[in-house]
């Protein structure tokens, strides 16, 4: 074929380099692979857990993906963030020669000092999560399977109240936690109360909806805008 596309199946793949090789060993010559996967960028960059949930084998940055790509020949390589979601617009083209190809552990090694330093930040917001969930012990969580990474580091198994605006999953439950999913409807504000919102993708867009349901500025926050 001249042109390959995936869509949202990159970040499901254990293997990306070996998958990456095999598509530019399928594609005819000057042929360009296309794919949209998750950008997990924002959340290297400031040490978000969040992004462990199931769903995903694999998180990117626009930089490991230039170098997973290119370490199976691939040239021309470009990435746009998406106008909609945390995700990577990436094509890449096939030329008539290999380009140089890196060994995976070369590529492995250089992925890993673009992440220096990840680990230290993620302690360090986990460390503020939990002085946030200490000090208000009815604290409520927005998009569960981000929230969930949370409050497991807590022990909390199904104590929180979780909320998606998924209407397919309301009253359904998660293996692992106790309490089921509530929707938009079940939100009734009470003073002091505090709410957790895990996806800093949409932060800005559930804020506003939580505010209509009367929660104040302060009373929403995300795991960047704790201290």
Known sequence: PDFLYCNDVFEHVREVETFSATVYDCLADGGTFCFSTTDSTQSIAMGDIS???????????????????????????????GAYGSTLQVTAVKRAQREVRDSAPGVGLRMARACNGYFERA?????????????????????????????????????????DSNVAWRNKYIDGYASPIEGVEDIAYCPGQRFFVASLTFFDEIKATLAAKGYPHHAVQSIESLP
Not at 65 to 74: C, D, H, N, R, T
Not at 126 to 151: G, M, N, T, W
């Open 123 to 163: 302690a360090s917001r986990i460390r503020a999560f939990e002085r946030f969930y200490h000090e208000y012990p009815d604290l409520q969580c927005y998009v569960p399977l981000r929230s969930f990474p949370y409050l497991a580091c807590v022990g909390d198994f199904g104590r929180s109240r979780v909320f």
């Open 51 to 81: 992004m462990f949930e199931h769903q995903h084998v694999n998180m990117f940055t626009d930089r490991s993906m230039a170098l997973i790509l290119s370490s199976a020949g691939f040239s021309e390589i470009t990435t746009h963030r």
